[in-house]
């Protein structure tokens, strides 16, 4: 068994592995768990020849037969799966992968190859121990990881829940704090036009300017209701012009989206949150004498939705030398915002664009659309 070891073990190793995509512990147990289950194939075979006299015509057609049949049951129920698997869970490959190496060495050593003696009954029962243990194992490590995963996903839907009902409520929020100040912006109304028309009998027309532009102040500070038709983006939207007016922003919206699209919810409010977030911030720091605005556009390109963000900054910021992506200056537990918003665009077959230039940071994406089934 060295020499199929050294001949195609090794060999193939390295031909995948230039071929595969994951070169962690995702290769490593997958590699494992094929190489074992061929060799578990040719075990089977081997002992069923051995059984009907030694004759390697069962071997050949019960070979010819197997290794098919195994490829197209794998491809056609367990291929999907366990992408599924791949794709979500990223910790724990490799100790999978080093208990499926382990077995891997087992099953060779403890194999009986074509052509030599079969050992004594106590030999023969540890082989058989050990084509059992093989499947068994291997449910098991598949098993663990798929709780994991649902596992994950259960937390992640947990999460998503969370924020709709505090966006839910959010946008409940401001829809009562801006009906409240609408009601008392129309019980002021009668008053502020009688006001303004004795000004403008006495051709008092500073006092006019003057009061028109006291009116002016308190109705911007009135938070509006519809930002956006969308009742997420509304939320997200609303929640960061109340900040920014806290923090004497212009917070300037451009918005055109209809009130749902084929995205997902938690995809677009991690997204926008981030966005938000982030753009306000690096506003928030900036001098007063500095002009501070925040510039946010979103509609519908064919079968994208544009996002793009604009705002300026205090400090350029400095992109990273590995990913190119920009690094945060607000410390440890920060910088994960356009990380966040990296990975919903590559979601959507899509790329963050960020750029600093003359004091204006951009940060801007196109979000493949769905078709809707």
């Known amino acids: 068994m060295s020499v199929a070891f050294f001949t195609c073990t ?45 004759t390697y015509v069962v071997m050949f057609i019960s070979r010819l037969v197997l290794f098919p049949l195994v490829e197209w049951f794998i491809w056609q129920y367990l291929r999907i799966p366990y992408i599924e698997l791949q794709r979500n869970l990223n910790k724990g490959w490799w100790l999978f992968a080093a208990i499926g190496g382990t077995y891997y060495l087992l099953i060779m050593v403890t194999s009986v190859p074509v052509g030599t003696p079969m050992p004594d009954k106590v030999g023969v029962m540890r082989i058989i121990l050990v084509l059992i243990l093989m499947p068994l194992t291997y449910l098991t490590i598949l098993r663990s990881l798929w709780r994991q995963m649902v596992e994950n996903r259960t937390r992640t839907e947990m999460a998503v829940l969370s924020t709709r009902s505090q966006l839910a ?18 019980h002021d109304m009668l008053g502020n036009l009688s006001v303004l028309q004795s000004l403008s009998w006495k051709k008092d027309y500073d006092g006019l300017d003057r009061y028109l532009a006291l009116l002016t102040r308190q109705t911007e500070k009135i938070v509006p209701i519809k930002i956006a038709n969308h009742p997420i983006v509304n939320a997200i939207l609303a929640q960061g012009a109340e900040r920014a007016q806290t923090s004497d922003i212009d917070f300037r919206c451009k ?18 949150i981030n966005l938000v977030r982030n753009a306000l911030e690096a506003v928030e720091m900036l ?30 910021p400095d992109p990273d030398g590995d990913s190119g992506r920009y690094i945060s200056r607000k410390g440890d537990g920060h910088g994960y915002g356009l990380w966040i918003m990296e990975k919903v665009a590559r979601r959507y077959q899509s790329e963050l664009y960020t750029e ?9 994406t196109a979000l493949l659309m769905p078709e809707s089934k």
């Open 356 to 364: 600093a230039r003359d004091g204006v940071f951009l940060a801007r």
């Open 287 to 316: 001098t007063r004498d500095q002009e501070k605005w925040v510039e946010i556009t979103i509609h519908i390109r064919g079968k994208y939705l544009f996002i793009e963000c604009k705002n300026p900054y205090s400090h350029a």
């Open 169 to 186: 409520l959010e946008n409940l929020r401001i829809v009562q704090e801006s009906g409240a100040a609408l009601i008392q912006a129309r």
């Open 10 to 54: 090794i060999p193939s190793a390295i031909i995948f592995l230039a071929l595969s995509r994951h070169f962690g512990g995702r290769f490593f147990f997958l590699f494992c768990l094929t190489d074992t289950l061929s060799f578990w194939i040719l075990q089977i075979t081997n002992f069923l020849d051995r059984l009907t006299g030694d």
């Open 255 to 272: 918005v055109t989206i209809p009130e749902t699209v084929s995205i997902l919810d938690e995809d677009l409010a991690a997204y926008l």
